[in-house]
């Protein structure tokens, strides 16, 4: 009977440890890293991609700016403070357009304050600014479809079918005869005999011919020696 009772005992208690450690018991924590390791690595997952496609869009438009061609402009004020001379020799060394085209541009940015260079490759327009400027030159880009339609402005100011046009001096009375004359062979490059007879002329008669030069020649010439504080005027050749 008591040995009955021990037994009984015994069974009892041992049903009680299998209940307690059940595997009904464990199921909550084995579960619960496999049921939120997806949601965590889902989560990072999409925030890693929202970052990517806002640092790094993929769209077309992302590079449409570089893949279009660019206008680079050359910009000057009415008191440039580089000689104009000097401007013409960078843009030909930088953009390597011909020295004509290159006193053309000054010329004109010099008259209306801007003038278009060249149309370029975005990459090759920043670098060329970007040199431009370090030798304290201003440009602008701008797209080149931004002024698609439009009316393009003449290269030059002067044009003329004979393309002569004759540079006159005027009398000024603010500057020696001496300084004019020596901004003449300066600028237009004639003798300095030439220089002091127009200059001379100039004084006794209120105007007086330098010489006759073409359109890109004489826009640069009046545009220098007007720089410098020497009046000046053009006119068409055939006008006699």
């Not at 393009?152 to 044009?159: G, M, V, Y």
Request: with cysteine.
């Amino acid at each position: 009977m008591l040995f009955n009772l021990v037994i009984s005992i015994v069974a009892i208690a041992q049903c009680d440890v299998f209940a307690f450690s059940s595997p009904n018991h464990r199921h909550p924590v084995h579960r619960r890293p496999y049921a939120t390791a997806p949601m965590l690595s889902l989560s990072h997952s999409d925030s890693c991609m929202h970052l990517l496609h806002s640092e790094h869009p993929s769209t077309p438009t992302a590079n449409q700016n570089t893949s279009q061609m660019w206008e680079l402009g050359l910009l000057i004020d009415s008191n440039p403070k580089l000689p104009l001379e000097y401007t013409t020799r960078c843009i030909n060394q930088v953009v390597g357009i011909s020295d004509a085209d290159s006193l053309e541009v000054v010329t004109q940015a010099f008259r209306h304050g801007i003038a278009l260079i060249e149309e370029l490759p975005f990459d090759i327009a920043v670098s060329y600014k970007t040199e431009l400027e370090r030798r304290g030159i201003s440009c602008e880009m701008v797209p080149a479809e931004d002024v698609e339609g439009e009316e393009a402005a003449p290269r030059t100011s002067l044009e003329d079918s004979s393309d002569l046009w004759e540079l006159g001096l005027l009398r000024n009375a603010q500057y020696s005869r001496e300084r004019t004359s020596r901004c003449l062979c300066q600028v237009v490059g004639i003798s300095e005999s030439d220089a002091f007879e127009a200059t001379s002329q100039a004084y006794r008669l209120g105007v007086a011919l330098i010489d006759e030069f073409h359109s890109e020649h004489v826009e640069y010439f009046a545009a220098e020696l007007t720089r410098l504080g020497i009046a000046v005027c053009v006119v068409p050749a055939d006008d006699e």
